[in-house]
């Protein structure tokens, strides 16, 4: 059996469209590779309702080939909830689709959705009228209990859907990430490396510097294809799983050794910095990625719990000792050093990075 895992999408019309050939992509080929549990958040009956609400949602997963639920549903946009969707949730009309549901939420939310209200102390619950009109419709409903597990029989691992225009996604998953890699190049590799930790908030500046860095480092004749992933074509470099700052002072290192280590180099505005433990030089360090790749291969698997790092900053020098000098202007050509960036095959890839650990989808809709 496969390990559990968890993936939240958003609630956007498109996700309509997308809903049932994602379904079927997560849930097809073998078990190792597969889900276990479909779960989608669903807020789209308000009211008496009626099941017209669900129209797509049921007929959709007819003999879908493993359980699916709602992981969370209730009304979100029109007060009260009346929990009307109940009886159908949980009667004839969509038993033999959807196994259930949980509703949302007994605890209260930043929306004002709970059901109950806690004492500041933490020493008791007071219930809404929320939680009693849902009581209600569970008390009313009369559940169905077969067929019996006995009797339900297996099921078929579905063919995974084919490429289209509507679904790009490969059945080619990337590998599973591993530590083991990237703490490599982090520890051999890196001649010069991200190293502004004064912001809160580093996640813009890593964005448009890795985008610069592969960039320039294009110009040298480099690439950031080592570091790039493309879902829709099942193809993922050796270094796609590690974490953007990791990735970022790759393409520094390899911009650094490729302009014959001059300081200037090493600077990105004071972004850079060169390390004390810097390979003795570009041969050198390209050799130790290279190990790093060959010494960790790529696979899909489960991964151990990963141990907290500080991955770029590693071996840096001190601040009195860092480089200085301008990279120039962000006006460097969009070249193949930064063909890598694309947002499609970059969210493909992190889904199905979570596909390969193989448990639960959460969508909401």
């Known amino acids: 059996m496969a390990a559990m895992a968890l993936m939240v999408g958003e609630d956007k019309a498109h996700m309509l469209q997308l809903l049932a050939s994602l379904a079927e992509y997560l849930a097809c080929d073998t078990d190792a590779a597969s889900i276990d549990l479909y779960g989608l958040n669903t807020y789209r009956w308000c009211g008496d309702g009626s099941i017209s609400n669900y129209n797509g ?4 997963f007819q003999n879908f080939p493993i359980p699916a639920y709602f992981s969370e549903y209730g009304c979100i946009k029109t007060p009260p909830r009346l929990w009307t969707e109940v009886g159908a949730l949980f009667g004839e009309q969509m038993v033999n689709e959807w196994s259930g549901g949980v509703a949302f939420s007994y605890f209260p939310t930043a929306d004002g959705f709970g059901m109950v209200t806690i004492s500041s102390d933490g020493s008791s619950v007071t219930t809404s009228d929320d939680f009693t009109r849902l009581q209600t419709q569970y008390t009313s409903v009369s559940f169905i209990n077969s067929p019996t597990q006995g009797a339900a029989g297996s099921n078929t691992q579905a063919t995974c859907p084919p490429k289209s225009t509507a679904f790009l996604a490969s059945t080619t998953l990337p590998p599973t990430p591993l530590h083991n890699v990237c703490d490599c190049l982090e520890k051999n590799a890196f001649s010069c490396v991200f190293s502004n930790t004064a912001s809160s908030n580093t996640s813009p500046i890593i964005g448009e510097l890795l985008n610069y ?7 040298l004749g480099g690439s950031c294809v080592p570091l790039g992933a493309d879902g829709a074509a099942g193809t993922y470099g050796p270094f796609s799983v590690c974490d953007p700052a990791t ?3 790759y393409a520094l290192s390899e911009y650094y050794e490729g302009s014959n280590r001059q300081a200037a180099a090493c600077s990105f505005s004071g972004n850079a910095t060169v390390l004390s433990t810097a390979p003795a030089s570009a041969q050198a360090a390209d050799a130790a990625a290279s190990s790093c790749a060959s010494a960790n291969p790529a696979t899909t698997g489960v991964p151990a719990d990963p141990t907290a790092t500080s991955p770029s ?6 601040p009195g000792a860092t480089q200085t000098g301008s990279s120039g202007s962000n006006s460097g050509s969009n070249n193949n ?3 890598f960036v694309d ?5 493909i890839t992190m889904a199905a990075s979570v596909i390969g650990l193989a448990g ?6």
Do not use: E, P
């Not at 947002?343 to 969210?347: D, I, N, T, W």
């Not at 639960?360 to 809709?365: K, P």
């Open 360 to 365: 639960g989808m959460f969508v909401l809709l």
């Open 213 to 219: 860095a592969c960039s320039q480092l294009g110009t």
């Open 247 to 249: 990735k970022l002072s």
């Open 337 to 339: 050093g930064a063909g």
């Open 313 to 318: 900053t590693k071996g840096a020098a001190s």
């Open 343 to 347: 947002a499609r095959g970059a969210l």
């Open 57 to 60: 949602i049921i007929s959709d």
